[in-house]
């Protein structure tokens, strides 16, 4: 069964506009979230996170939400540009009692179209 | 600062082979994964190193599947002998260990194709 999901294969979005990239979960011992960026042939990168005593964090053009009651967070990218068509992983962890390891959805596929 | 690394990023076999990965963590990094990718599937956890020591192995499919880590630094996952269902991305992750152990940094995978 899967704990983080995905459920957008993939989205297209036209360049300058927004683009929202969505994940649920479902174990509620998860206190830490993360979003990595992938590109071909390369490994994630590491984008944003958030962590569960805060419904939002901001970087530059990206943006988390989580609403844990919900068990929801979404990515929020404005404005989109064609340099980020990649593909989008959600990952969560339960830090308290946690080794540590790192709980993936399948992740969104997204193109940016100039 | 380099980047974790891996080793080699490419690797085609047959079935009952073996083959050896490595993995450099980001220097200083007290923290290592092994994640796996399955065509089509999520990323998903194997094990975790502190230094040397096995933290975490719940997530190691069978006892095909050997990973070491002598002296803290670099890792070796071996898989002996290779089955079909072996194939996939392997990627490997460091962390710091301390505040900032959530944030894992990834290799850029090796790419294995058990024929």
């Known amino acids: 069964d899967q704990q983080v999901k995905q459920n957008s294969p993939s989205l297209s979005v036209q360049e300058g506009r927004i683009s929202i990239l969505n994940c649920d979960y479902t174990n509620s011992m998860f206190d830490y979230f993360l979003w990595y960026k992938k590109y071909p042939a390369e490994g994630p990168t590491f984008l944003i996170s958030i962590s569960s005593i805060k419904d939002k964090n901001e970087d530059g053009r990206f943006t988390v939400f989580l609403n844990k009651s919900a068990k929801h967070l979404s990515l929020h990218i404005v404005p989109s540009q064609p340099g980020d068509s990649a593909v989008y992983f959600c990952?969560?962890?339960?830090?308290?009692?946690?080794?540590?390891?790192?709980?993936f959805g399948k992740g969104t596929k997204l193109s940016v179209k100039p | 600062e380099a980047g974790v690394t891996q080793f080699p990023s490419h690797s085609v076999i047959e079935k009952g082979q073996t083959v050896t990965l490595r993995c450099d963590p980001i220097s200083g990094h007290d923290n290592l994964y092994w994640y796996r990718r399955v065509m089509g599937k999520e990323i998903k956890f194997l094990l975790h190193?502190?230094?040397?020591?096995?933290?975490?192995e719940s997530g190691m499919p069978n006892n095909r599947f050997l990973a070491e880590r002598t002296g803290g630094t670099y890792s070796t996952l071996k898989v002996q002998p290779a089955e079909l269902e072996d194939s996939g991305v392997y990627f490997c992750a460091s962390s710091r260990g301390d505040r900032s152990w959530e944030t894992q940094y990834f290799g850029p995978g090796t790419r294995l194709l058990v024929l």
């Open positions: 990952a969560a962890s339960a830090r308290r009692g946690s080794q540590g390891n790192l709980i």
């Open positions: 190193f502190v230094k040397e020591s096995k933290q975490d």
